[in-house]
């Protein structure tokens, strides 16, 4: 199973370790912290990759409600509540699920199995690119090639570049090789946009790909 990174995001701490020891459970989630209100969990965002909040609606300062709000779709959201007036709301945010106080495991379980079931369809054909603080979410047909520096690698897009802090080589593996395919030492490219092969140079219709001598058999054979 593909692994969920959550947090758990509630005023109250007996709710905040109920829900941890639920998460601790369930092997494809992974807990990576814990937050009393909307604000910290701010900053640990800001540091780690989250795919979940589980996020109490009734908070000091900022509501959940008014939180989700804030971070768009890119995080899914299952709400935590004693008050369930709330849930037409929270179900108008798009939220994955509505848990009603006192939370069982068995409700639990049902909630994040539909966030699970949802992940793994997005990650058929997506990949998530860390940009600084930012993540982005991309799909695989949309990345014409990679290309590293160093400790850096570029993502040309259709539309635009993302340069994320990764080696080329872990990128290579967690990449389908059914799309992509290493030429170089530098380069990764999608298989569906090689256009052409001249000399030792792959051609991407008016982009240019150097071919490494050590990859130019598997490549001609591969592709042509």
């Keep these: 199973m593909n692994s969920i990174n959550c947090i758990v995001v509630d005023d109250e701490e007996l709710a905040r370790s109920l829900l941890i020891t639920y998460i601790d459970k369930l092997e494809f989630l992974n807990l990576v912290g814990e937050a009393e209100n909307p604000l910290e969990a701010l900053g640990i965002m800001k540091e780690k990759q989250v795919d979940l909040l589980f996020l109490d609606i009734q908070m ?8 989700a709000k804030m971070l768009g779709s890119k995080t899914k959201v299952i709400f935590t509540t004693a008050y369930s007036h709330y849930a037409l709301e929270g179900y108008e945010l798009n939220a994955v699920d509505y848990l009603l106080k006192p939370i069982t495991f068995e409700r639990f379980v049902t909630a994040v199995n539909k966030v699970q079931s949802n992940t793994t369809i997005d990650k058929l054909d997506t990949i998530t ?17 990679v290309v590293s520096d160093s400790e850096y690698v570029t993502f040309h897009l259709k539309t635009k570049k993302i340069i994320s802090n990764q080696r080329l080589k872990a990128l290579e ?18 298989r569906n946009y090689v256009t ?20 130019y058999d598997h490549v001609k054979q591969e592709l042509f």
């Design 60 to 67: 000091p300062e900022i509501k959940g409600t008014d939180f």
């Design 173 to 190: 593996q967690e990449l389908p090789s059914s799309l992509f395919m290493r030429v170089h030492r530098s380069y990764i490219v999608n």
């Design 196 to 215: 052409g092969l001249k000399g030792r140079d792959l051609q991407l219709s008016d982009v240019i790909i150097p071919v490494s001598d050590s990859y």
């Design 129 to 145: 690119i860390k940009s600084g603080y930012d993540l982005h979410k991309v799909k695989y047909d949309d990345i014409l090639f």
